[in-house]
């Protein structure tokens, strides 16, 4: 079992930053793949970013690359996503996921992901 606890969120306006952490308890040496993904209200929950956990090869959604980064701390088994240049467009529950085995097809589908965090909020306003 793996647990992934999220923090970070929070009301900003629009042009602002955000850092988001995910921290990882319990047998984190079986997450492979950590992501970021995000649900809107009324909206389907989306992939905005993943990363590798040994080499951390990452990826982003079209709508958030060059404005957010992602990155891993191994020693804090801790991942990170950076959101800068925020949007109103970006206000969504932010969640934490992790893959416990190797993957190397589609990082942005959402059924790929093994555990779950229970959501932060971030809120951008105009």
């Known amino acids: 079992q793996v647990q992934l606890v999220e923090a970070g969120g929070g009301l900003v306006q629009a042009g602002a930053s955000l850092r988001l952490s995910c921290a990882a308890s319990?047998?984190?040496?079986?997450?492979?793949?950590m992501a970021w993904f995000r649900q809107a209200p009324g909206k389907e929950r989306e992939f905005v970013s993943s990363?590798?956990?040994?080499?951390?090869?990452?990826d982003f959604a079209d709508s958030v690359k060059g404005r957010f980064t992602i990155a891993r701390d191994n020693a804090k088994k801790t991942v990170y996503l950076q959101m800068n240049s925020l949007k109103p467009e970006d206000t969504a529950v932010y969640y934490c996921?992790?893959?416990?085995?190797?993957?190397?097809?589609?990082?942005?589908?959402?059924?790929?992901?093994?555990?779950w965090g229970q959501g932060t909020q971030v809120t951008v306003s105009s």
């Open positions: 996921a992790c893959r416990s085995t190797f993957w190397m097809g589609n990082q942005k589908d959402e059924g790929v992901y093994d555990y």
């Open positions: 319990g047998r984190t040496s079986s997450c492979y793949l």
């Open positions: 990363i590798t956990w040994t080499i951390g090869r990452t």
